[in-house]
């Protein structure tokens, strides 16, 4: 995941740097200097791992250059629904640490990883670039629907909205959830295996993608359809990291990251279906 996401998006964070400093410094000044202070206030606040600070920072950045717009407001761009992440993910992890410190499931007191952030954060800096949407853009799929910006945002929205659904699915239903049941089986087991979900934990993490598909739908100006494509795929991405997480992360074949990964692709993936129909029906 890092050598496929943070080369590209460190590429991207450079030359879109340069372009914006030469054409539009304040949007260059503003974005750099916003992503450099939310890395450091997550290693302050002991979040993330410096190494993962460091990776935060550069696809914050990306995904802000990429949806940045005139007038320029940095609220106005995918920075809104990046700190709805982190403050979702931030109160989950805290939730009942001392019961998930005796389940064995409490994150790391140093925090994220470079890997744990780039699992949440890498598909939807992949999904928003520049590159991706011009060339989804200039595809024959979505043509009908004339609103490619809408569009492709909707998708990196998914994404991020899918990755804090994931984490207040885990962290609320551990404490909250009472024994879960394996998704393939629905058997009751103990709380912490791979793939086990419980209602109050499933409702948390539906919560938590409506929370960030409704930021990013009002910061990005994508208004109703934004908001309901983007969450129907990070539902989608919920149900989907439990199933993986049953059956190959059981089996030790994907470990934690990778699914978190595959998680916000089909996340993506899903919002990229219903626009593709969308599309083919004329809809807008």
């Keep these: 995941m890092l050598l496929l996401v943070l080369p590209f998006a460190g590429a991207s964070v450079v030359l879109q740097g340069h372009f914006f400093a030469v054409n539009l410094t304040q949007i260059a000044i503003w974005t750099l200097g916003l992503s450099l202070i939310l890395g450091l206030a997550v290693v302050q606040l002991r979040a993330a791992t410096p190494g993962g600070a460091f990776a935060g920072a550069i696809l914050t950045a990306c995904l802000m250059f990429s949806t940045a717009s005139l007038p320029y407001q940095p609220w106005r761009t995918a920075l809104a629904p990046v700190m709805a992440v982190f403050v979702l993910t931030w109160i989950g992890t805290r939730l009942g640490r001392k019961q998930k410190e005796r389940l064995g499931t409490a994150e790391r007191r140093q925090g994220r990883t470079a890997a744990q952030v780039t699992a949440n954060l890498g598909v939807a800096a992949l999904a928003s670039s520049d590159l991706t949407q011009s060339w989804l853009a200039g595809s024959g799929w979505f043509s009908r629907l004339g609103q490619a910006p809408m569009l492709l945002l909707a998708v990196g929205l998914a994404a991020l909205a899918e990755a804090a659904a994931d984490t207040a699915s885990s962290e609320v239903g551990q404490v909250w959830g009472g024994r879960p ?99 083919h029906f004329g809809v807008r």
């Design 181 to 279: 049941r394996m998704i393939t089986t629905l058997r009751a087991v103990e709380p912490g295996p791979d793939g086990a979900v419980s209602l109050v934990g499933t409702l948390a993490g539906v919560i938590a993608a409506g929370i960030v598909s409704g930021v990013g739908a009002l910061a990005l100006y994508g208004g109703a359809a934004m908001f309901w494509i983007s969450f129907a795929g990070a539902v989608f991405g919920l149900f989907f990291d439990s199933l993986l997480g049953a059956t190959l992360e059981r089996r030790g074949w994907l470990n934690n990251d990778a699914v978190n990964f595959l998680s916000t692709v089909s996340a993506a993936a899903f919002a990229l279906g219903v626009l593709a129909v969308m599309a």
